[in-house]
T-cell receptor, first 113, second 114 residues
Framework: KNQVEQSPQSLIILEGKNCTLQ??????????LRWYKQDTGRGPVSLTI?????NTKSNGRYTATLDADTKQSSLHITASQLSDSASYIC????????????FGTGTSLTVIP | DSGVTQTPKHLITATGQRVTLRCSPR?????VYWYQQSLDQGLQFLIQ???????AKGNILERFSAQQFPDLHSELNLSSLELGDSALYFC?????????????FGEGSRLTVL
């Protein structure tokens, strides 16, 4: 069964600290993996997208990693800011017919001063 | 601003009623996806259209239907509404019809069924 699991479910960190969010997937065949940021009540916004051959991709203070062998990805946030408070969603896409995008349930990050 | 426009932003209605949600994709994007997000839940795929044709269907209830028009805007029709249909409904557009395409999400339509 194609699934995407994220951990932790929620996380609270102090402003200025780093954190790492995890994503494990069983989606096959694999096409690419994306991380989205979703502010409360808003639409998701893309942070990174990685294909099979990419191990690391950065977008400012966000760095995503991908291990296609173990089917794991992580999103590392450096020097967190209050505006980083949001839900971070891992999405794995597949060449399957039918549904092509498999969404995790997200990690809710709260950055406190 | 993703370039994807959804209307209405908020909608309050009663059980048993019917509503229509509208999505205008980014200029040039041929694919439109509809997702449902219930409180504290992940996004659930409902249906995808590509250039006016249904491309993929997810866990969309029979009470729900959608279509994509020649100008590429899409509408999601929800009928015989139940309390459990209360959710955020997101539309996303993509220039491609497959999994390689970037997804651009609208701001959502929040439906409250009383």
């Amino acid at each position: 069964k194609n699934q995407v699991e994220q951990s932790p479910q929620s996380l609270i960190i102090l402003e200025g600290k780093n954190c790492t969010l995890q994503c494990n997937y069983t989606v096959s065949p694999f096409s690419n993996l994306r991380w989205y940021k979703q502010d409360t009540g808003r639409g998701p916004v893309s942070l990174t997208i990685m294909t099979f051959s990419e191990n690391t991709k950065s977008n400012g203070r966000y760095t995503a990693t991908l291990d296609a062998d173990t089917k794991q990805s992580s999103l590392h946030i450096t020097a967190s800011q209050l505006s980083d408070s949001a839900s971070y969603i891992c999405v794995v896409s597949s060449e399957n017919t039918g549904n092509q995008f498999y969404f995790g349930t997200g990690t809710s990050l709260t950055v406190i001063p | 601003d993703s370039g994807v426009t959804q209307t209405p932003k908020h909608l309050i209605t009663a059980t048993g009623q019917r509503v229509t949600l509208r999505c205008s994709p980014r200029s040039g994007d041929l694919s439109v996806y509809w997702y449902q997000q219930s409180l504290d839940q992940g996004l659930q795929f409902l249906i995808q259209y590509y250039n006016g044709e249904e491309r993929a269907k997810g866990n969309i209830l029979e009470r729900f239907s959608a279509q994509q028009f020649p100008d590429l805007h899409s509408e999601l029709n929800l009928s015989s509404l139940e309390l459990g249909d209360s959710a955020l409904y997101f539309c996303a557009s993509s220039p491609l019809g497959g999994p390689a395409g970037e997804l651009f999400f609208g701001e959502g339509s929040r439906l409250t069924v009383l």
